[in-house]
């Protein structure tokens, strides 16, 4: 029906525009059609206007035919008037279908059209809700905004009564005295830390209170009184405390004794409290360390000067390279013996070595530093860093006055034994001070100890450069005994290898290595000035002895010193043995070693042409093997300090001399030598054995 329509348009446009005479009778056809008015849709073409153009006219015609249905009516030859009247016709009859329909549908309609009045009914009630709802919201929002305004305001009074709590219950808490804070003071004993706690707590109020009276708080008054009753209590009950520590100490002090610590404290504690009632807890503390750092420094420089008038001169040196019974003093039952007292060791014109004054003093230093630092910890609550720097306040000044001392003593000190055991004392004190938990002390130990291993191994790179720098001629008269130097050598040598095998410093094992080899050097340049070998070979083995047999003393067997040595003892005793042998027996020890060449070249046939020199060897060694024998053993005896030593060389001689003689038959047993009559002139090996066991020395 609308393609229908449409047609009917474009064919009644196009007719209307073929000419006036036919859109009049068209018009008049069509006029009589209800609903079928329509305008005329031109444009902007005007047929009354004198500028009316007809190529425009063309344009709209040319435009009209190209459409659709226009062009599809021509194609098929319809008339357009025909098809035009035959649209019009449909268009009556659709019209008149569709007022049927509506007529049919009047029920409905008029039912729509109640129901669209009710609807109208129902949002006009909605719409006077809707009014009603906004206006109620505006009367909210206003009721709101009164709301916030209300709430801002108490906010700000909320804010302003927490400020005023907090700074009231500061206040109050400052000023209110717990129950169990008056309990503690009245009940507790001073000695437990409640006691020690809520007497800090008591201060804590008193400077509270004392804060609070300057700005007028009126409150103040409520509790002055109570607080000042408390705290008379507090040191009433300290005071008799005191008193009691203070009557178990009846031994009367002297003026340069270490002093006793505990009756320190209790003493400062009586007369501070009894002068100063009301002291805060900082002010007992600042006054307690400028009280104790006075009394510490007074005690111990009093007690460094005593111990110094004990020393023994040094106008022996010799005791500076010998331990003796010095090394007792790194023992566990010496080294925390009790101190030194000056005035007794005066009386009985004691002396002591520098190194068991170090130890009493730092004794008494490590005692009283531990029980100082404990006391520190626990009397005023502190630890970590506030008690390591707390601790320092109090025995600073001592400390940095026992290292000047160290130092200013150390400056003109040569003795390298007293500064190694004073090294191993403070190792040793370090590791004490470390098992009681005292951790203050560990920087006081290193300081010590950067003074102390420096001297020594200045001291010791002194003893090499001296025995470097020795010249034997400037020595005065030689003999072949021991000299007085490798004997101080093998004693200070030995003393400082024993100590450090306590506590081994490989540094000190480096030092020690080279004034070894400092001193075998000078030992071969003084046996250079004796004229023969034998002499010289004497001065070896005497000094080597000597030094083997101090350091086994004190050094253990393996250690690289009695090795060393060890091996220089035996090549110089057998190559003395050699020396010793070939002036009553070189004939018959050229002889063997000849002889025994041959045979292993395979010409002992050249052996037949040596009758005559082995029958003299014969004969001359059974006629003077005993005398030689008896002249070597004096000759050995005398040449040698050590009779042990001289002993051991008689009896390799001999040892030596009877091998030499067993291979000496071994050639004889050769063809080329088995038939010499001379043979039977031999002596029995067991002979020989037996004969030379009664020329062996016993002591």
Same mark, same amino acid.
């Given at each position: 029906?609308?393609?229908?329509?449409?047609?009917?348009?474009?064919?009644?446009?196009?007719?209307?525009?073929?000419?006036?005479?036919?859109?009049?009778?068209?018009?008049?056809?069509?006029?009589?059609?209800?609903?079928?008015?329509?305008?005329?849709?031109?444009?902007?073409?005007?047929?009354?206007?004198?500028?009316?153009?007809?190529?425009?006219?063309?344009?709209?015609?040319?435009?009209?035919?190209?459409?659709?249905?226009?062009?599809?009516?021509?194609? =098929?030859?319809?008339?357009?008037?025909?098809?035009?009247?035959?649209?019009?016709?449909?268009?009556?009859?659709?019209?008149?279908?569709?007022?049927?329909?509506? %007529?049919?549908?009047?029920?409905?309609?008029?039912?729509?059209?109640?129901?669209?009045?009710?609807?109208?009914?129902?949002?006009?009630?909605?719409?006077?809700?809707?009014?009603?709802?906004?206006?109620?919201?505006?009367?909210?929002?206003?009721?709101?905004? =009164?709301?916030?305004?209300?709430?801002?305001?108490?906010?700000?009074?909320?804010?302003?009564?927490?400020?005023?709590?907090?700074?009231?219950?500061?206040?109050?808490?400052?000023?209110?005295?717990?129950?169990?804070?008056?309990?503690?003071?009245?009940?507790?004993?001073?000695?437990?830390?409640?006691?020690?706690?809520?007497?800090?707590?008591?201060?804590?109020?008193?400077?509270?209170?004392?804060?609070?009276?300057?700005?007028?708080?009126?409150?103040?008054?409520?509790?002055?009184?109570?607080?000042?009753?408390?705290?008379?209590?507090?040191?009433?009950? &300290?005071?008799?405390?005191?008193?009691?520590?203070?009557?178990?100490?009846?031994?009367?002090?002297?003026?340069?004794?270490?002093?006793?610590?505990?009756?320190?404290?209790?003493? #400062?504690?009586?007369?501070?409290?009894?002068?100063?009632?009301?002291?805060?807890?900082?002010?007992?503390?600042?006054?307690?360390?400028? =009280?104790?750092?006075?009394?510490?420094?007074?005690?111990?420089?009093?007690?460094?000067? $005593?111990?110094?008038? @004990?020393?023994?001169?040094?106008?022996?040196?010799?005791?500076?390279? =010998?331990?003796?019974?010095?090394?007792?003093?790194?023992?566990?039952?010496?080294?925390?013996?009790?101190?030194?007292?000056?005035?007794?060791?005066?009386?009985?014109?004691?002396?002591?070595?520098?190194?068991?004054? #170090?130890?009493?003093?730092?004794?008494?230093?490590?005692?009283?530093?531990?029980?100082?630092?404990?006391? &520190?910890?626990?009397?005023?609550?502190?630890?970590?860093?506030?008690?390591?720097?707390?601790?320092?306040? @109090?025995?600073?000044?001592?400390?940095?006055?026992?290292?000047?001392?160290?130092?200013?003593?150390?400056?003109?000190?040569?003795?390298?034994?007293?500064?190694?055991?004073?090294?191993?004392?403070?190792?040793?004190?370090?590791? %004490?001070?470390?098992?009681?938990?005292?951790?203050?002390?560990?920087?006081?130990?290193?300081?010590?100890?950067?003074?102390?291993?420096?001297?020594?191994?200045?001291?010791?790179?002194?003893?090499?450069?001296?025995?470097?720098?020795?010249?034997?001629?400037?020595?005065?008269?030689?003999?072949?005994?021991?000299?007085?130097?490798?004997?101080?050598?093998?004693?200070?040598?030995?003393?400082? !290898?024993?100590?450090?095998?306590?506590?081994?410093?490989?540094?000190?094992?480096?030092?020690?290595?080279?004034?070894?080899?400092? @001193?075998?050097? #000078? !030992?071969?340049?003084?046996?250079?000035?004796?004229?023969? $070998?034998?002499?010289?070979?004497?001065?070896?083995?005497?000094?080597?002895?000597?030094?083997?047999?101090?350091?086994?003393?004190?050094?253990?067997?393996?250690?690289?010193?009695?090795?060393?040595?060890?091996?220089?003892?035996?090549?110089?005793?057998?190559? #003395?043995?050699?020396?010793?042998?070939?002036?009553?027996?070189?004939?018959?020890?050229?002889?063997?070693?000849?002889?025994?060449?041959?045979?292993?070249?395979?010409?002992?046939?050249?052996?037949?042409?040596?009758?005559?020199?082995?029958?003299?060897? %014969?004969?001359?060694?059974?006629?003077?093997?005993?005398?030689?024998?008896?002249?070597?053993?004096?000759?050995?005896?005398?040449?040698?300090?050590?009779?042990?030593?001289?002993?051991?060389?008689?009896?390799?001689?001999?040892?030596?001399?009877?091998?030499?003689?067993?291979?000496?038959?071994?050639?004889?047993?050769?063809?080329?030598?088995?038939?010499?009559?001379?043979?039977?002139?031999?002596?029995?090996?067991?002979?020989?054995?037996?004969?030379?066991?009664?020329?062996?020395?016993?002591?």
């Amino acid at each position: 029906m609308t393609a229908a329509a449409t047609m009917a348009a474009a064919a009644r446009d196009l007719v209307l525009r073929s000419g006036a005479s036919d859109m009049e009778e068209e018009e008049g056809s069509l006029g009589g059609g209800p609903g079928l008015q329509e305008p005329l849709q031109l444009g902007e073409l005007d047929i009354t206007s004198d500028e009316f153009i007809l190529d425009e006219v063309d344009v709209h015609i040319q435009a009209n035919l190209e459409d659709e249905l226009v062009k599809e009516a021509l194609k =098929t030859g319809v008339d357009l008037r025909h098809y035009s009247k035959q649209v019009e016709l449909e268009l009556q009859q659709i019209e008149q279908k569709s007022i049927r329909d509506y %007529i049919q549908e009047s029920e409905n309609i008029a039912s729509l059209h109640n129901q669209i009045t009710a609807c109208d009914a129902v949002l006009e009630r909605m719409e006077q809700m809707l009014g009603a709802f906004q206006s109620d919201l505006s009367s909210i929002s206003s009721e709101i905004r =009164t709301l916030q305004e209300q709430s801002g305001a108490m906010n700000i009074r909320l804010r302003n009564r927490q400020a005023v709590r907090g700074k009231l219950g500061e206040l109050v808490d400052g000023l209110v005295v717990p129950s169990a804070l008056v309990t503690a003071i009245l009940e507790v004993p001073v000695t437990e830390p409640r006691f020690l706690e809520q007497l800090q707590e008591l201060d804590a109020k008193a400077a509270a209170v004392r804060e609070q009276e300057t700005r007028g708080t009126a409150a103040c008054a409520d509790v002055r009184g109570v607080l000042d009753r408390l705290r008379v209590k507090a040191v009433t009950k &300290i005071r008799e405390f005191i008193l009691q520590k203070i009557y178990s100490f009846r031994k009367p002090m002297t003026n340069y004794q270490i002093p006793q610590t505990a009756l320190l404290k209790y003493r #400062f504690f009586y007369q501070f409290l009894l002068g100063n009632e009301r002291a805060t807890a900082k002010e007992i503390r600042d006054e307690y360390v400028e =009280t104790l750092s006075k009394i510490y420094l007074s005690y111990y420089r009093s007690y460094l000067g $005593r111990l110094m008038k @004990v020393q023994p001169s040094l106008r022996s040196r010799n005791t500076i390279f =010998t331990l003796g019974t010095r090394g007792s003093v790194i023992s566990p039952t010496e080294l925390e013996a009790p101190i030194l007292v000056p005035h007794t060791a005066q009386r009985g014109e004691q002396r002591y070595p520098f190194e068991a004054l #170090f130890r009493s003093q730092h004794y008494a230093l490590l005692d009283n530093s531990c029980r100082e630092y404990l006391f &520190i910890c626990e009397f005023f609550v502190v630890s970590g860093p506030a008690a390591h720097d707390l601790f320092h306040a @109090v025995m600073g000044r001592t400390l940095s006055m026992t290292l000047k001392h160290l130092e200013s003593y150390l400056a003109d000190c040569y003795d390298a034994i007293a500064v190694f055991l004073c090294i191993h004392i403070v190792l040793r004190f370090r590791n %004490i001070a470390a098992k009681r938990d005292v951790p203050a002390l560990d920087r006081y130990w290193e300081q010590v100890l950067a003074l102390l291993w420096p001297r020594f191994e200045l001291i010791l790179e002194m003893n090499v450069q001296s025995v470097r720098s020795t010249d034997p001629q400037r020595l005065g008269g030689l003999d072949t005994r021991p000299h007085y130097i490798t004997r101080r050598y093998a004693e200070f040598s030995s003393a400082l !290898v024993s100590i450090n095998q306590t506590i081994p410093n490989e540094r000190t094992m480096q030092l020690l290595g080279q004034l070894q080899v400092e @001193v075998e050097n #000078f !030992v071969l340049r003084v046996a250079a000035e004796f004229s023969s $070998r034998k002499e010289q070979l004497v001065f070896l083995i005497n000094n080597y002895d000597m030094m083997l047999g101090v350091l086994m003393e004190r050094a253990a067997d393996d250690s690289k010193e009695v090795e060393s040595f060890q091996q220089l003892l035996n090549a110089r005793t057998q190559e #003395f043995i050699e020396e010793l042998l070939s002036p009553p027996f070189g004939g018959l020890v050229a002889f063997v070693k000849e002889a025994e060449a041959l045979i292993e070249r395979g010409q002992a046939e050249r052996l037949r042409g040596e009758e005559a020199r082995v029958t003299q060897l %014969i004969r001359g060694f059974g006629s003077s093997w005993k005398s030689s024998v008896e002249s070597l053993s004096q000759d050995v005896m005398r040449s040698f300090t050590n009779f042990r030593n001289g002993t051991s060389i008689i009896q390799g001689a001999l040892t030596q001399l009877i091998q030499l003689y067993h291979r000496f038959h071994r050639v004889l047993s050769q063809p080329q030598l088995r038939a010499l009559p001379a043979r039977a002139e031999l002596i029995n090996i067991h002979h020989l054995m037996v004969e030379l066991k009664k020329h062996k020395p016993n002591f």
